[in-house]
């Protein structure tokens, strides 16, 4: 399941260190190649929010290997692309993955480890994600420039297959479990209004996130002036400091799970205005960037814990509305960031999610004013 979620998560971030040869040999804009994670994010909205209905009383691991299987398709798809469009469609395909998986996953590490061990379950899970977010980008990078954006993606279909192959021998059968009425409605869960606010303020957080960290390749280029080399290396020390973030990030929850959330779409605003007031020099932006990942990847370990405490009867309803807010913000930030970009240029795509990162940051205040429990 971590290898899983290694090969899912570098599928759905490939693009951002491929835009420019993507946009070049397709012939579109960078913001039009940038729409690619947005269809995707648009497409996992969709199926987050109706798979268990779909799905039905589908035996879990046959539906497991259906998505993975549908995630080798989406990579192939993607590396021969004639045209734009065939592009979009593959990454529409990764999109379903992305809704289907990570909303199943909670459910599925309940079905395979004891009551007791499924933090340590969805730790291993989200080991994967982390592992993906180190090597992904300066892997795109590196094989891009090795062999190709279209060789980039190829690679990451052996990686599918193989996850397909160990969850094909490994998973056990796992039937649906028996759910009450009504548990599949997720969107009943919007009368509650600390759902609400906590949705708003995850929602307006990866939106901000990734309006700015989808054309980060672009503006490196553009703007910081950097080679494919020094750019890869960039990427890197971004994705190390994101996984040092995940493996420190408890100890700050556990002094204040709200206080940490609000400061860190703060922390993420003013890295995006410094780099819009000196994104130009090579070392000031290779030192803020490695402060941007070290704190983005920790906001939705909070929010994972956020939910988990305040609505732990309804967590697989929860999550799944987490996971369309989620997306859904990833698709509108990259989509309000591409058209920006493309209209008026890098300032205004990281002047907008500066903006938008501290009316997240609000709303987190918000949340924590309407939740009785007495963290912080």
């Known amino acids: 399941m971590a290898l899983c979620v290694f090969a899912l998560i570098a599928s759905e971030f490939m693009p951002v260190s491929l835009l420019t040869p993507m946009a070049t040999d397709l012939h579109v804009s960078e913001g039009m190649a940038g729409q690619g994670i947005a269809i995707s994010g648009a497409f996992a909205v969709i199926t987050s929010l109706s798979i268990s209905a779909l799905a039905g009383r589908m035996n879990r691991k046959t539906l497991l290997l259906v998505l993975t299987a549908l995630m080798c398709l989406s990579g192939a798809i993607v590396a021969l692309a004639p045209n734009y469009a065939t592009y979009m469609a593959g990454r529409a395909l990764i999109g379903v993955v992305v809704g289907g998986f990570w909303s199943m996953s909670a459910a599925t590490a309940m079905q395979l480890v004891p009551p007791s061990q499924v933090p340590r379950a969805l730790a291993i899970f989200n080991g994967g994600n982390a592992l993906a977010m180190v090597v992904a980008a300066p892997m795109g990078s590196y094989l891009g420039a090795s062999v190709g954006w279209r060789g980039a993606f190829f690679c990451l279909v052996p990686v599918a297959l193989i996850a397909f192959v160990w969850q094909w021998a490994s998973l056990p059968s796992m039937q649906a479990q028996p759910r009450a009425p009504g548990s599949g409605n997720v969107l009943r869960l919007l009368q509650n209004r600390r759902v609400v606010l906590a949705m708003l303020a995850i929602g307006l957080f990866f939106m901000g996130q990734f309006a700015l960290f989808t054309y980060l390749r672009p503006f490196l280029e553009t703007v910081t002036q950097v080679d494919a080399a020094t750019f890869s290396l960039m990427l890197l020390t971004l994705g190390v400091a994101g996984f040092i973030g995940t493996a420190v990030i408890g100890w700050f929850l556990q002094r204040g799970v709200f206080r940490t959330l609000a400061v860190i779409p703060v922390l993420m605003a003013l890295i995006a205005a410094a780099l819009i007031a000196v994104g130009a020099s090579v ?45 859904l913000s990833i698709a509108l930030g990259s989509t309000i960031g591409g058209v920006l970009w493309d209209a008026s240029g890098y300032r205004s795509t990281f002047a907008f999610s500066a903006g938008v990162l501290l009316v997240a940051a609000f709303l987190v205040w918000l949340t924590a004013c309407a939740d009785p429990a007495p963290s912080a």
């Open 283 to 327: 070392t000031a932006t290779a030192l803020l960037l490695p402060v941007w990942g070290l704190v983005a990847t920790g906001a939705p370990v909070g929010w994972w814990t956020w939910v988990a405490r305040t609505l732990p009867n309804d967590a697989e309803a929860g999550g799944g509305l987490m996971v369309a807010v989620v997306q």
